[in-house]
């Protein structure tokens, strides 16, 4: 109590003032490691880690690595379907663990195949800051939608903003890029997105 007391003297004292100091940090911009589930892991998890979260972990085996990802869905309220939360934790044991890394599968989608963003959407984690109709902690789709309508480069902006990300647009808090989607899915994000 007397610390208190003391701290609180030391503000009332005449020519003592305090300022606000703003610190702005740099964007994020490091991934985690290529190989199966890189794309699950950028998605739900560099909402709200840097990949260099799982870096700094000793290495641990998988029970660890799916303790630690269940905790983030339960405790902190991170929106992982459950049925991700078993091939999270094998990829950050298999690539910050102990367990070995399972390289990226050759990619086996037909050219014509449909793409459905919303299902994307919702598997690499944008909905944990976008939402369609409401601003989260990025922009609701909506608006993204409203103010590119009908620009002639409103796919390729958007398009470009989902594989590099950043920030100023739409405010401080900076988006992680995406650099990782094909650009078949890149364009059925964008178009879903600007369909809103």
Request: charged share 20%.
């Amino acid at each position: 109590m007397k610390r208190i007391l003391i701290l609180l003297s030391l503000l009332t004292i005449p020519g003592v003032n305090a300022e606000v100091v703003k610190i702005t940090l740099p964007l994020e911009t490091a991934v985690f490691k290529p190989g199966a589930s890189a794309q699950l892991a950028n998605g739900q998890c560099l909402t709200c880690h840097s990949a260099d979260y799982a870096s700094m972990q000793p290495p641990k085996p998988l029970d660890f690595w799916k303790a630690e990802v269940q905790k983030m869905k339960d405790k902190y309220g991170a929106p992982i379907p459950p049925e991700q939360i078993d091939e999270l934790a094998a990829y950050f044991a298999g690539n910050y663990g102990t367990g070995k890394p399972v390289p990226e599968p050759m990619a086996r989608t037909a050219a014509n195949a449909t793409i459905d963003a919303k299902v994307l959407a919702q598997k690499y984690g944008c909905l944990a800051c976008h939402n369609v109709a409401v601003k989260v902690v990025g922009p609701a789709y909506k608006d993204v939608a409203a103010k590119y309508r009908g620009k002639p480069d409103a796919m390729e902006k958007v398009a470009h903003q989902i594989t590099h990300g950043g920030s100023g647009q739409w405010g401080q808090i900076g988006m992680p890029s995406f650099d990782q989607f094909t650009p078949a899915q890149v364009d059925a994000l964008a178009q879903w997105v600007l369909s809103q």
